[in-house]
């Protein structure tokens, strides 16, 4: 699944380190969520959404095989 955080992230100015200690999570999982190798649970996904300010829909992309 692809998803727009780093550009929506880096958008906002704020690194991965802030994003996970905002979020309660490693620095890792942000890393490994941007970098499309681990799918977030679904209350991370709208954690994700709401600080990024958009909507899962707009933050993931579901590609159709």
Not at 13 to 20: D, H, N, P, R, Y
Not at 49 to 54: I, V
Not at 55 to 60: C, I
Request: no cysteine; aromatic share 4%; hydrophobic share 40%.
């Amino acid at each position: 699944m692809k998803n727009n955080i780093r550009v929506l992230r880096k958008k906002l100015g704020i690194t991965q380190e802030e994003m996970a200690n905002i979020l309660g999570v490693t620095r890792q999982t942000i890393n490994a969520i941007e970098n499309e190798k681990y799918s977030p649970t679904l209350e991370l996904a709208i954690k994700l959404a709401r600080l990024l300010n958009t909507t899962v829909e707009e933050l993931f992309i579901l590609e159709e095989k």
